[in-house]
Structure formats: C-alpha cells, structure tokens
C-alpha cells in the first residue's frame, strides 16, 4: 500500500479526514475548555474572598 492510497482511503477521503479532523477538535476542546473555566472560577472565587474580608 502506497501513501496516496492510504490518504485516499479507498475513496472516502472525503468523508474519513473530516471526521478524523472534527474528533481532533473536539479532543483538543475538551482539554481546554474545562481549564479555562476552572481558572475563571477561581478567580471568581478569590475576587469574592478578597471581597469579604474589607
């Protein structure tokens, strides 16, 4: 098997690389946007902290 078979993917290539990509994305948002909401959470939490002890 040659490479340019293998990225024709039998003639699917167009439906195969776009799911492969849309997985990629969702993987790499799943990693990122639970990060982002913990820091702002806990920036939240310790502007309220920092609120409460005036």
Same mark, same amino acid.
């Given at each position: =098997?040659?490479?340019?078979? &293998? /990225? %024709? =993917?039998?003639? #699917?290539?167009? &439906?195969?690389? +776009?799911? #492969?990509? @849309?997985? /990629?994305?969702? /993987?790499?948002?799943?990693?990122?946007? +639970?990060? *982002? !909401? $913990? *820091?702002? @959470? !806990? $920036? !939240?939490?310790? !502007? *309220?902290? %920092?609120?409460? *002890?005036?």
């Amino acid at each position: =098997m040659d490479w340019q078979s &293998f /990225l %024709a =993917m039998g003639g #699917y290539a167009a &439906f195969v690389w +776009p799911s #492969y990509a @849309l997985v /990629l994305i969702v /993987l790499i948002a799943n990693a990122i946007i +639970p990060h *982002r !909401r $913990e *820091r702002a @959470l !806990r $920036e !939240r939490i310790s !502007r *309220r902290a %920092a609120g409460n *002890r005036r």
